[in-house]
């Protein structure tokens, strides 16, 4: 396993935990804001 190749791997690795965390970050945000939403009506 060259550096190179080792360096590919961490990178895809890193941006999956980022995509994962921004998913769920978007999703929190979305049911925080409908959950506010119904206790104002």
């Known amino acids: ?8 791997i961490i ?3 890193a941006l999956g935990v ?3 965390f921004g998913v769920e970050e978007i ?3 979305s049911m925080s804001r409908a959950l506010v939403t119904e206790v104002k009506t």
Do not use: A
Not at 1 to 8: D, E, H, P, T
């Open 11 to 13: 990178g895809i690795v």
């Open 27 to 29: 999703r929190f945000r």
């Open 18 to 20: 980022v995509i994962t």
């Open 1 to 8: 396993m060259s550096f190179k190749g080792v360096l590919i």
